[in-house]
C-alpha cells in the first residue's frame, strides 16, 4: 500500500481523538447544549449588568411598597421590607453566580492541581494527597459548613471558600484518572524525549485531555454551589449585607401566605440555572462520548518472562580496519530490572555492552522480548514505572546518563539524543497540528523563535521527503498515513540536531513498500547529517540496508557484536547463526547495496534489502 492508499484509512481512534478539538463547535451545534450556553450566558450577562439594570438600590427600603403588587416602578413587586423585588433579584443572581463560582474555583485550583501533580509524579506525593482528599472526603460537610459559619462568621465569600474545599476530591479524582490514563502515551513519551519540560507535558498534552471532563465537573458542581448557598442563606447563616436567591426564598418564605408570588421569582432563576448548568454538563458529556467512542490507547504490555542471569560473554569480531571514529555512547554491564509487588527484582537485561562511535550505525537485533526495547529506554532514562537501572553504565559523550539528575536529562533529551519510534501515529497527540508539534520541541530545546522554529519544520518536512510540507505543517496526525507520520517523527529526530538517535523499530508498523522508503530516507539523513544511530529491530534486511555494526541480544544478554559486514560473513553464536538459518537463502548475491562498501556484500530475504537494492 502505498502512502496516499494510507491516508484515506488513517486509525479510528486517530480521527475520534482529533474531533475533541473541535468540541466547541460541536456544543454549539448539540441543540441542548446551545440552549445551555445561551441560558447561562444570559444569566451572567444579567449578572454583570445588575448595577445597570436594577431599577433601584436592592437594599432601600419604603414602607409603602411593602408586599406591593407588581407596579411599573416595581414591575415585580416589592418584599417584606418594601424593596424592589427586581433589583434584588438581579443583585441576588451576581451574587449567588458568584459565590458558587467562587467554591468551584477553589475546588478546581486544589483538586486539579494536586490531581495533575499526584497523577504525573505518582510515588510519595500521590500517597499524600490521596490520604488529605481521603480525609476530606470523610468529613460530613454540612456540619463542616456550620462549623465553619460559627468560626468565621457570616462571610459569603469565606464559606464558599470551605464549600470549595470540600468539593475538590471530586475534581481530584477526576482530574487523577485522567492523567494516570494518559501519562503513559506515548505521544507523552514522544514529548518528553523532545526535550519538552514536565509542565509543558502537563499544561499541554495532559491538561488538554482533562479540561473537558473538568468543565463538566465544574457545571454540575456549581449547581450544588448554587444549592447549599442558598441553603445556608435560608437558614440565616449568610451575609445579610449581600442580597441572594436564599435569602429571597428565605424573607418570600416568611410571607408566603400574604404574598406568595415572591417565592416565584427567586426559585425560578435558582431552577432555571442549576438545570442549564445540568443540561450543559451532559451535552459536553454527549459530545465528549460520541467524539471519542472510548478510543483504545495503546500501552507497553508487560508480559512475564524468567529472569536470565548474564553469564557468557558475547562473540565479538575484529574492528573494521581504519575506523578510527571516536566513540559516542557506551553502555556497560547495563541491568534493568522491574520491582515486583512481593518484593522481588524481575530483570529484563542481564548486563548489556554495546557502544555506539560518532557517525555510526549501530543495530541492536534480536528476537521479540530479549530487551532491546529496554536497553534503548535506559539509555533515554524513559523506563516505564517500577522498571529501573539497577546497575551498569550508559556513558555518552563521557557523562554517566544513569547517574545523571533527571533535570540534566530533560536538557539531554531532545537535544542530543532524539528518538524516533515504532508506531508513528501513537506518538503524535492528536489534538495539535503537526506543525505545533515539530515547532515546540525547537523552541524549547534550541532557544530560536516561533517564526524560525516554523521554518525549520517546514524546511525539513520537506527534507524528509513530505510533497508539501505546508498543508503537512498544518495537518492533525490522522490527516496524514503512517509512512508519512514516520517521517514527521523523523523530521522531529533530527530537528534539534541530535548527536544520536536512537531509533526503536522504525519501520515495523508499516508497509513493506514505505518500510522501503523510511530506511532510504534514513540512510540518507544519516549520510547527510553524519549522526550517530542505534537501531533497534529484528530484521536483518534493515540491518544489512542500514547498519555498520551489530550487537545481536538474547535473552537481555548482548551474545554477539561486531562490524555487520564480519558477523553476515561469519557469524560466530549459535543464537546468530539459528537466525541466519531462519533468513538466508543460497541464491547468488545480489550485488552491492546503495550506499557503502562496508555494508555491501550481503544477502538477505528480505523485501526492504530488495527495494532498496533496486
Ligand atoms: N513494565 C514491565 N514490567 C516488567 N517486565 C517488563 C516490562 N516491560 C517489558 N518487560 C519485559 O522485558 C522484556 C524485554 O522487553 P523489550 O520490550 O525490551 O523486548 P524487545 O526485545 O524490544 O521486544 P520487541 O521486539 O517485541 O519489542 C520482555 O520479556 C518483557 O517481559
Redesign the pocket.
Known amino acids: 500500500m502505498s502512502e496516499s492508499a494510507m491516508t484515506s484509512n488513517p486509525p479510528v481512534a486517530a480521527e475520534v481523538r482529533a474531533a475533541r478539538s473541535h468540541l466547541a463547535r460541536r456544543m454549539l451545534k448539540n441543540p441542548t447544549g446551545l440552549a445551555a450556553i445561551i441560558v447561562l450566558a444570559l444569566i451572567i450577562l444579567l449578572a454583570i449588568l445588575a448595577d445597570v439594570l436594577a431599577p433601584m438600590d436592592p437594599s432601600v427600603a419604603n414602607i409603602n411598597d411593602v408586599l406591593a403588587p407588581p407596579s411599573a416602578l416595581h414591575p415585580l413587586g416589592g418584599d417584606s421590607a418594601g424593596r424592589d423585588v427586581l433589583s434584588r433579584l438581579l443583585f441576588a443572581t451576581r451574587f449567588s453566580i458568584a459565590g458558587a463560582l467562587w467554591a468551584v474555583l477553589i475546588a478546581a485550583v486544589i483538586g486539579v492541581t494536586s490531581g495533575l501533580i499526584a497523577g504525573y509524579y505518582q510515588k510519595w506525593f500521590e500517597t499524600v494527597s490521596v490520604w488529605i482528599i481521603s480525609v476530606i472526603q470523610a468529613l460530613p460537610g454540612i456540619v463542616v459548613l456550620l462549623a465553619a459559619r460559627a468560626v468565621v462568621g457570616p462571610s459569603l465569600w469565606l464559606i464558599m471558600a470551605v464549600f470549595g474545599l470540600i468539593l475538590s476530591p471530586a475534581f481530584y479524582r477526576l482530574t487523577y484518572t485522567a492523567v494516570v490514563g494518559v501519562r503513559n502515551e506515548l505521544f507523552v513519551d514522544a514529548a518528553r524525549v523532545a526535550g519538552v519540560g514536565d509542565v509543558s507535558i502537563i499544561g499541554r498534552h495532559i491538561l488538554s485531555v482533562v479540561r473537558a471532563p473538568i468543565i463538566i465537573q465544574a457545571a454540575l458542581l456549581a449547581g450544588i454551589g448554587i444549592a447549599v448557598q442558598a441553603g445556608l442563606d435560608f437558614l440565616g447563616l449568610g451575609d445579610a449585607k449581600l442580597v441572594t436567591w436564599g435569602q429571597m426564598l428565605s424573607d418570600a418564605f416568611s410571607r408566603m401566605y400574604q404574598a406568595p408570588t415572591l417565592l416565584i421569582w427567586p426559585s425560578l432563576a435558582m431552577a432555571l440555572t442549576s438545570v442549564a448548568l445540568v443540561l450543559f454538563g451532559n451535552a459536553l458529556r454527549d459530545e465528549l462520548e460520541r467524539a471519542a467512542g472510548k478510543p483504545k490507547r495503546r500501552r507497553?504490555?508487560?508480559?512475564?518472562?524468567a529472569p536470565k542471569v548474564a553469564t557468557e560473554k558475547p562473540v565479538t569480531h575484529a574492528e573494521a580496519q581504519g575506523d578510527a571514529r571516536s566513540t559516542l555512547l557506551e553502555v556497560k554491564d547495563l541491568v534493568?530490572g522491574?520491582d515486583q509487588p512481593d518484593g522481588s527484582l524481575?530483570q529484563?537485561?542481564n548486563g548489556v555492552s554495546l557502544m555506539v562511535r560518532k557517525g555510526e550505525v549501530h543495530g541492536l537485533i534480536?528476537?521479540?522480548?530479549?530487551?532491546?526495547?529496554?536497553?534503548?529506554?535506559s539509555i533515554l532514562r524513559l523506563?516505564?514505572?517500577?522498571?529501573r537501572i539497577v546497575a551498569g553504565s550508559v556513558v555518552f559523550d563521557g557523562k554517566d546518563l544513569a547517574g545523571l539528575s533527571e533535570r540534566d536529562m530533560v536538557k539531554l533529551r531532545g537535544r542530543r539524543i532524539s528518538y524516533i519510534p515504532?508506531e508513528p501515529m501513537s506518538n503524535l497527540d492528536p489534538s495539535f497540528t503537526i506543525g505545533s508539534q515539530l515547532v515546540e520541541p525547537m523552541v524549547v530545546t534550541l532557544g530560536i523563535s516561533k517564526a524560525e522554529a516554523k521554518q525549520r519544520a517546514l524546511d525539513l518536512l520537506g527534507r524528509v521527503g513530505l510533497p508539501d510540507p505546508q498543508k503537512t505543517f498544518s495537518s492533525y496526525p490522522h490527516e496524514v498515513s503512517g509512512g508519512q507520520a514516520q517521517r514527521v517523527l523523523i523530521a522531529g529526530a533530527v530537528s534539534c540536531e541530535a548527536d544520536l538517535i536512537i531509533a526503536?523499530?522504525p519501520t515495523?508498523a508499516l508497509d513493506v513498500t514505505v518500510q522501503a522508503e523510511i530506511l532510504e530516507l534514513l540512510r540518507d539523513l544519516q549520510n547527510d547529517l553524519g549522526v550517530s544511530i542505534l537501531i533497534?529491530t529484528?530484521n536483518f534486511g534493515v540491518v544489512a540496508d542500514l547498519c555498520d555494526r551489530v550487537s545481536v541480544?538474547q535473552n537481555?544478554l548482548i551474545v554477539e557484536t561486531g562490524p555487520a559486514r564480519a558477523i553476515f560473513a561469519d557469524p560466530q553464536h549459535p543464537y546468530t547463526k539459528a537466525l541466519f538459518e531462519a533468513i538466508l537463502e543460497d541464491g547468488a548475491a545480489r550485488g552491492p547495496l546503495a550506499h557503502s562498501a562496508d555494508r555491501n556484500t550481503v544477502t538477505v530475504r528480505s523485501t526492504v534489502t530488495e527495494k532498496s537494492a533496486r
Open positions: 507497553r504490555g508487560v508480559a512475564a518472562v534493568v522491574y524481575k529484563v537485561v534480536g528476537e521479540s522480548g530479549s530487551g532491546k526495547t529496554q536497553t534503548a529506554w523506563l516505564p514505572a517500577g522498571g515504532q526503536d523499530e515495523t533497534v529484528h541480544m537481555g
